[in-house]
């Protein structure tokens, strides 16, 4: 089963490495400055299904026939019974994988070859979703460079919006680049074929995209009904052209939006786009809090607001006093905003499930008797039999 693959991008130096490894654990280059990601990085992170795990209906059935205790206090697990092949199962808060895309920073011009150009956008082909990191505060240039924390909250807000059209404009270009050429000469070919073959040539053309037929489709209802165009598509200039490569781009790549240096931003930052799926996030935080908690100093769950120190924890006074200062800000803001982020994306966004194959369905275990041992994440309308 192929995991859900997520893009992050965004403009060097606002966090997105930061937030990669936070969420995945893996050690990646973060460097402070362009471009310090040379290849992309692909991790594993772990969103929490938002359903409990079948297994609680699992415990409850044996404990009301009377073959399991309940749950004793000190059960690491929490009273979890299942057998999970990947991530893990906490009282019954089962944790399912997706694929992490951390890729080389963007700037303006790439799909004419600054940067890394085509080749960073060639790597956002295959991924299901793009998250773009934004510097919420502020304190960064359209190019990634330092340019000081003293922002007011119209100049954060400006940036952001800059930061966001910055990469629609270069997806834009990519797109109506591809549409272009050789257009009028392949659109005449498939002319007898009406609709049907000008919907199969754009597809054609944009495979290389992650293109279907569907999202084509949907694309040139939506154009249809806003463009009123009497020419033939032969005769679409560039304008028409690219008119349509914006609107294929909502269709082949859909983008939230993680607000990075959310607790340094200026107060209600996010105000000014209700229109985007976007949250606020801590992308230091949460890496700092999933290393303490990796080093056995804390107790921290992902997406929590508050955390507590390990049993038997000795702690220095610089450690007591970092700790202390994430606290604050983790309970000042709910959290750190990733693991929210993240669950957006998968439940909401691209309107993924979990589901639990077994082969027995009586025991609810797989052909080796291992309960309950995979949990996948699919589209909410695949049919049981794909599973088989």
């Known amino acids: 089963m192929m995991l859900v693959r997520i893009g992050l991008v965004g403009k060097p130096n606002v966090g997105k490495s930061t937030f990669f490894s936070a969420a995945t654990l893996a050690h990646v280059d973060i460097a402070n400055y362009p471009f310090c990601t040379i290849d992309p990085n692909v991790g594993v992170a772990f969103v929490e299904a938002r359903l409990p795990c079948p297994c609680k209906d699992l415990r409850e059935k ?12 000190d059960d690491v697990r929490q009273g979890s019974l299942c057998e999970p092949r990947t991530g893990t199962c906490i009282g019954h808060r089962r944790s399912v994988p997706i694929a992490l895309v951390d890729v080389a920073g963007l700037v303006p011009g790439a799909s004419e070859g600054r940067g890394r150009g085509n080749a960073f956008l060639a790597d956002l082909a295959n991924s299901d979703v793009l998250i773009q990191v934004l510097d919420a505060a502020g304190t960064t240039d359209i190019e990634g460079q330092f340019m000081g924390t003293e922002v007011t909250l119209e100049q954060a807000q400006e940036a952001m919006r800059a930061e966001i059209e910055f990469l629609q404009h270069e997806l834009d270009a990519w797109i109506g680049g591809l549409l272009e050429d050789g257009w009028s000469r392949g659109v005449r070919r498939v002319q007898a074929e009406g609709e049907k073959g000008l919907i199969s040539f754009i597809q054609e053309r944009l495979s290389g995209l ?3 037929l569907n999202m ?3 694309a040139m209802l939506e154009f249809n009904g806003e463009v009123e165009n009497t020419q033939q598509p032969w005769e679409w200039d560039t304008t ?4 349509l490569g914006q609107i294929l781009r909502g269709h082949l790549f859909p983008i939230a939006y993680a607000a990075n240096k959310f607790d340094i931003a200026p107060e209600g930052v996010l105000n000014g786009f209700t229109q985007h799926n976007m949250v606020g996030c801590m992308a230091d935080v949460e ?5 303490a908690e990796a080093a056995g100093l804390i107790d921290y769950r992902p997406g929590a607001s508050s955390f507590s120190l390990a049993t038997d924890t000795s702690l220095n006074d610089a450690q007591r006093k970092a700790l202390n200062h994430m606290g604050n800000r983790l309970e000042a803001h709910d959290g750190t905003g990733l693991a929210r982020l993240l669950d957006r994306v998968l439940f ?3 309107e993924r499930i979990v589901v639990y ?3 027995d369905e009586t ?3 797989d052909g080796d008797g291992r309960v309950l041992p995979d949990a996948f994440v699919v589209p909410a309308e695949l049919q049981a039999k794909a599973l088989a």
């Open 62 to 73: 044996l404990e009301t026939e009377g073959r399991i205790e309940s749950v004793a206090e």
């Open 216 to 218: 084509v489709n949907q």
């Open 348 to 350: 909401d966004h691209l």
């Open 357 to 359: 194959p077994v082969q």
């Open 240 to 243: 028409v052209l690219h008119r």
């Open 287 to 291: 890496l700092a809090l999933r290393r």
């Open 363 to 365: 025991h609810w275990v």
């Open 210 to 212: 992650g293109a279907t």
